[in-house]
């Protein structure tokens, strides 16, 4: 019998701390960022399609070709440096301010940042990004073709076509 009422005093434990985790977790704030077949007008070499400030982390895929700028600026710990993984990627250093980076461009390819803070520009055309934490993001798309240039969704939100001028979002909360 002791046993018994020791085993459900132990679940119930559990059950509250787990309870517990959950709203610690949803109060925490954290949102998303979900990009589609992005393209700008001047390709690796134009304006940036997407450019994601985040604490969390970053998923990315180039389906055409562009070229992506990763700033690590600090990393969550136990968490891995960014990767990028492709048939056909050239790397070269990139700074920006007084901050130092990896810029990868090519084509087929995709790339992710795990649990840190990161900023990550992406110029080019057939991006998808998939981006949870928060943070900032600003996102354009072309001007020229604004019906095929992608859509965008923040925080679970409605897609939307990419606007043709810059526009600065919050994604999650804090």
């Known amino acids: 019998m002791r046993r ?13 701390s787990a309870v517990a985790v959950s709203r610690a977790s949803t109060t925490a704030g954290s949102g998303y960022l979900v990009v589609k077949q992005a393209r700008n007008d001047g390709g690796v070499n134009g304006k ?5 400030v985040v604490r969390g982390f970053v998923l990315g895929r180039i389906s055409q070709e562009a070229a992506v700028e990763i700033y690590h600026l600090a990393p969550a710990s136990g968490q891995g440096a ?11 250093s990139v700074r920006w301010h007084r901050l130092s ?3 990868y ?3 087929s390819f995709r790339f992710r940042a795990p649990g840190g803070l990161y900023r990550i520009v992406v ?3 057939g991006v ?5 934490g928060r943070g900032t993001v600003w996102v354009q798309g072309s001007s ?3 019906r095929t240039d992608g859509e965008y969704s923040v925080n679970g939100g409605i897609f939307r076509s990419l606007p043709t001028s810059l526009v600065k979002r919050k994604i999650g909360r804090g």
Do not use: E, H, N
């Open 4 to 16: 018994i009422l020791l085993s459900c005093a132990l679940l119930a434990v559990l059950a509250a």
């Open 48 to 52: 940036p399609v997407v450019t994601v």
């Open 82 to 92: 960014p990767q990028v993984r492709g048939p056909d990627v050239s790397t070269d």
């Open 101 to 103: 980076g990896k810029r």
């Open 105 to 107: 461009s090519g084509s």
């Open 123 to 125: 110029r080019g055309s």
């Open 128 to 132: 998808y990004v998939y981006a949870g």
């Open 144 to 146: 020229s073709d604004r």
